[in-house]
């Protein structure tokens, strides 16, 4: 496939997805592979590590933390009774970079970010497939990897990044490692709990669940000389063909995604307390918040705190509730008065 067929295509699939990126090259391009790279000593693929100290700020949060995380909050939100017991400390914060949004043989999974926190503070590995004969063994070390962790943390992994790399490992007859463990992915309880609906009268904007947007708005996270990632598939073809590339702004794409999995698993971990440890409050609309608690709790049989929960909602004038809010609001009613 040429270049302008590649970028055609991707261009036709984001735009699906509401999308415009622009693919027009940029000034900041090398030759060759990327810096910093070295030969694993478990498999033998090319993959950069990064050190960060747990006083590492991305954006208005340090990677610490994420450390106190209240389990029980998480396993509210995200619906998963697992994530009680899952231990941060021994998470996988996990992003990928392909080569396309579908899955199968002709989607590519080239770069593989894993980060985890150390006694030394939070590492990031990124491996690298530099050549397509590489990838049975960069797969089989990501496998091993997320065996040892405790749980996987995405966003929007669940639907995307674990079935690309299920899809592979299949093919190459590794065993995928995702069965059995938790796996907290940020994107739907971070949706389910920020999307506000107007109230009568008012104009307000959801937010639109996007990485960035959460990032930002949650988290004070504003990425500067950020490589888009529709550009990241041309980076990688053009490195195989020996052309000028842009695949430093794609490792430095991929290494803000994996910190941004750490501060938002902090600051949802946070949302019921609406504090953060040292005292500050939470980021992001306090009235869409208070509704989305409301429905979690109520959905979890807990009805006189999801009632209370409600009231906060409504002095806060989070807007009307959907149907299935209502709902619960009435069920959590009967139920807290029987």
């Known amino acids: 496939m040429s270049d302008a067929h590649l970028r055609d295509r991707i261009r036709r699939m984001l735009g699906s997805r509401g999308e ?4 027009a090259p940029t000034a900041a391009r090398s030759v060759g592979l990327p810096e910093a790279l ?4 478990r498999s033998g693929v090319l993959a950069r590590t990064s050190s960060f100290p747990p006083a590492h700020r991305h954006g208005g949060w340090t990677l610490d933390e994420c450390l106190a995380a209240e389990r029980r909050t998480l396993a509210l939100l995200a619906r998963d009774p697992a994530l009680a017991e899952a231990d941060l400390r021994r998470a996988l914060f996990l992003d990928t970079e392909t080569t396309g949004l579908s899955g199968g043989a002709g989607t590519w999974v080239f770069l593989i970010g894993l980060g985890s926190f150390e006694a030394e503070g939070f590492e ?4 690298f497939l530099a050549e397509p004969a590489e990838e049975a063994a960069l797969l089989e070390e990501v496998a091993s990897r997320i065996r040892s962790a405790s749980m996987v943390v995405s966003f929007f992994g669940k639907s995307f990044d674990r079935h690309r790399l299920e899809d592979k490992m299949r093919m190459h007859g590794i065993p995928p490692p995702f069965e059995g463990r938790p796996h ?18 008012a104009r307000t904007v959801a937010l639109d669940a996007r990485l960035r947007t959460l990032e930002r708005e949650l988290c004070a996270v504003e ?8 550009r990241a598939p041309a980076a990688w073809f053009d490195f195989l063909h020996e052309r000028p590339h842009e695949l430093e702004g794609v490792f430095r794409h991929n290494r803000d995604d994996v910190l941004s999995l750490v501060a938002l698993a902090a600051h949802l971990a946070c949302c019921v ?8 409050p939470l980021e992001g609309s306090a009235g869409a918040r208070a509704r989305g608690i409301a429905a979690e709790l109520a959905r979890a049989r807990e009805h006189a705190a999801a009632l209370s929960w409600f009231e906060r909602a409504e002095a806060r004038g989070a ?9 619960l609001r009435s069920r959590a009613r009967r139920r807290a008065g029987s």
Do not use: F, K, V
């Open 20 to 23: 415009t990126p622009d693919l």
């Open 273 to 280: 307390e609406e504090r953060r440890a040292s005292g500050a």
């Open 124 to 127: 990031l590995w990124q491996g």
């Open 223 to 230: 990425r500067e000389d950020d490589l888009p990632g529709a």
């Open 38 to 41: 070295s030969r694993s000593e």
């Open 319 to 327: 807007g009307s509730l959907s149907i299935c809010e209502a709902r």
């Open 184 to 201: 907290l992915d940020l994107y739907h309880p971070l949706r389910r709990l920020y999307r506000p609906r107007p109230a009568p009268g």
